[in-house]
């Protein structure tokens, strides 16, 4: 089977940049999730292989607690908590890799430092309309994951052979997490060629599961349990619906981060539904509601996002961000369902 995602002339390039690089950073995007943190520590795992000494990994804040398992994760840094070292590294760097975003902006308070710095930059990711000032462009929005793309790189580049298990259990972690455990966006037969691959490199992959998906607390699955049953509202005529998280209910039930990764999913299990919003007040600032957007059956909430969130992503998961009341937001969602009626009908 051919994974091969790169022309001849563009794997040269991919190569040249390596090999030209001697400081590199791998940076990620606010609150990272699987796919973010398994192949950033995956593009670092392959560059230590070939023999690069400082390769560091940047990420603008804290990633979920069913993430610390993570090979690696204990040596990523946090601008939020290590500024300095991060500015640093920033600095010093040849080579600033993109790893799972699109756009600068999704770095958020690291965005400065990587618009301002001087190194060559390598963007490789699969989110829409990506930016294109970089030396080089891996996009590819048709592919599960970023992690997806690092092995095909690493497998054209002739890295296969000497992969750890380690970084084998950081792509298995991406892929399946940015796939809801090979629930969506994983149709093409690439992605089984590839698990098959990360299994020969003796991947635990029941345990990866179990780590990710079976982490609640007590408090998280009550929380959970709690906005389905009091917060959810479903607008049955137009197949969609919505919930908002104060701040309040979070700090009742204990919230951390990672609690209510994937809920915004759950509602798309309600038979013929399109489009499911969550929104949830930030716990660090103030007038800023986080949404997330789902859809199903034929509705794309891409430019949903864009049109009424500030945000983005891909056709089926997008997300964005509202600076207003966690009530305004509410009313704002409501008013994004009506606006798309004719094709949530
Ligand atoms: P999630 O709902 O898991 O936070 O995000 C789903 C997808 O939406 C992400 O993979 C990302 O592509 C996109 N996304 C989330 N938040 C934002 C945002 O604030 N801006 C943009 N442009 N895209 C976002
Ligand atoms: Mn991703």
């Not at 994983?186 to 029941?206: A, G």
């Not at 986080?290 to 430019?303: E, T």
Request: charged residues 25%; proline residues 3%.
């Amino acid at each position: 089977m051919n994974i091969n995602i790169l022309d001849n002339e563009r794997l040269g390039q991919l190569r040249t940049l390596i090999d030209e690089a001697h400081h590199i950073v791998i940076c990620a995007h606010k609150s990272p999730d699987g796919d973010a943190m398994g192949s950033s520590l995956a593009w670092k795992s392959y560059l230590k292989q070939i023999g690069k000494d400082d390769v560091s990994v940047c990420v603008p804040d804290a990633f979920p607690d069913f993430l610390q398992w993570l090979p690696g994760s204990n040596e990523v840094l946090r601008y939020d908590k290590r500024a300095d070292d991060v500015r640093k590294a920033f600095e010093n760097a040849d080579l600033v890799c993109c790893l799972d975003f699109n756009q600068s902006m999704r770095v958020e308070d690291m965005q400065p430092l990587l618009d301002e710095s001087k190194a060559k930059r390598l963007l490789i990711d699969h989110h829409l309309e990506p930016d294109t000032n970089n030396r080089l462009t891996i996009s590819h929005p048709e592919l599960s994951s970023t992690s997806e793309i690092v092995f095909s790189l690493i497998w054209q580049l002739g890295g296969y052979e000497g992969m750890t298990r380690d970084c084998a259990r950081c792509i298995y972690c991406g892929m399946m997490t940015d796939t809801g455990g090979f629930a969506y966006n994983s149709t093409r037969p690439e992605i089984y060629f590839i698990i098959t691959q990360l299994l020969e490199k003796k991947v635990d992959k029941d345990k990866i599961y179990n780590r990710v998906y079976h982490n609640y607390s007590s408090h998280a699955m009550k929380l959970r349990g709690h906005l389905i049953l009091n917060k959810l509202e479903v607008v049955e005529q137009l197949h969609a619906s919505y919930f908002v998280v104060t701040k309040e209910e979070m700090k009742r039930f204990k919230f951390i981060k990672g609690d209510l990764e994937g809920l915004v999913n759950i509602p798309l299990q309600i038979k013929g539904l399109k489009l499911s919003i969550s929104l949830r007040e930030d716990t660090d600032k103030p007038n800023t509601v986080l949404v997330s957007l789902r859809s199903a059956n034929g509705f794309h909430c891409q430019p949903m996002a864009t049109r009424f969130f500030n945000g983005g992503g891909h056709a089926d998961a997008a997300g964005g961000k509202l600076h207003c009341s966690i009530d305004e937001a509410g009313q704002i969602a409501l008013k994004a369902i009506l606006a798309y009626k004719d094709e949530l009908r």
